[in-house]
């Protein structure tokens, strides 16, 4: 399928496991971020890209890892979750010359 | 540092009223502003980007520099605009910059 898309879209795990949440775009678009979505507080950046194997610390890093060994891909991993990791969490991507972001579908994650 | 605020989390009104969500932003330098729409459980779809000054789905949206401001405005709401609605700032540069977001407000229209 073309666009950005998110797996898993549902994930129930519990504390202290690690998750992988994975991020495919077929744009080839240089940009992507990853975004927690959280009542009350909005989105929040977690990590972004700027090009394979160039990341960089968004607002709320702490707790996940992020790897771009191809364009396309960019996963998001959370080392060992914690309940506070609950969220949605959304994937997007951008081209070169905009600010325009394209969205994944989300994931909901639910650390018990 | 840039900074968006949206300062109503909820806003209701009846079908055909017309509707106003407001932004305020932050930045000592030349914005671009843009108004993200997510229907439920639906993922982000942009709506609005101040540049190109359009009006989708009836809605409008003016950046006002001198209030630092990007209110989204529509004459007559519908049932189907219930949605979260959130605005954003573009800044930093194209070549690295990111958009920051406003906490975002979640419009009821009542039938």
């Known amino acids: 399928d073309a666009g950005i898309t998110q797996s898993p879209r549902y994930k129930i795990t519990e504390t202290g496991r690690q998750v992988t949440l994975m991020c495919h775009q077929t744009?080839?678009?240089?940009?992507m971020f990853w975004y927690r979505q959280d009542l009350g507080h909005g989105l929040r950046l977690i990590y972004y890209?700027?090009?394979?194997?160039?990341?960089d610390k968004g607002e709320v890093p702490d707790g996940y890892v992020v790897s771009r060994s191809k364009t396309e891909n960019f996963p998001l991993t959370l080392e060992s979750a914690t309940r506070s990791q609950t969220s949605v969490y959304f994937c997007?991507?951008?081209?070169?010359?905009?600010?325009?972001?394209?969205f994944g579908p989300g994931t909901r994650l639910t650390v018990t | 540092a840039q900074r968006v605020t949206q300062p109503e989390k909820l806003l209701s009104v009846f079908k055909g009223a017309p509707v106003e969500l407001k932004c305020n932003y932050s930045?000592?330098?030349?914005?671009?502003l843009f108004w993200y729409v997510q229907y439920s459980r639906q993922r982000l779809q942009l709506l609005l980007r101040?540049?190109s000054r359009e009006s989708i789905k009836g809605f409008t949206a003016d950046l006002n520099k001198g209030e630092t401001s990007f209110h989204l405005k529509k004459p007559f709401a519908q049932e189907e605009d219930s949605a979260m609605y959130y605005c954003?700032?573009?800044?930093?540069?194209?070549?690295?910059?990111?958009?920051?977001f406003g906490q975002g407000t979640i419009l009821t229209v009542h039938p």
């Open positions: 930045y000592s330098g030349s914005p671009e």
């Open positions: 954003a700032l573009g800044a930093g540069g194209t070549s690295y910059g990111k958009l920051t």
């Open positions: 744009w080839s678009h240089s940009y």
């Open positions: 890209s700027a090009a394979a194997d160039i990341t």
């Open positions: 101040h540049i």
């Open positions: 997007a991507s951008r081209e070169v010359g905009t600010y325009e972001q394209y």
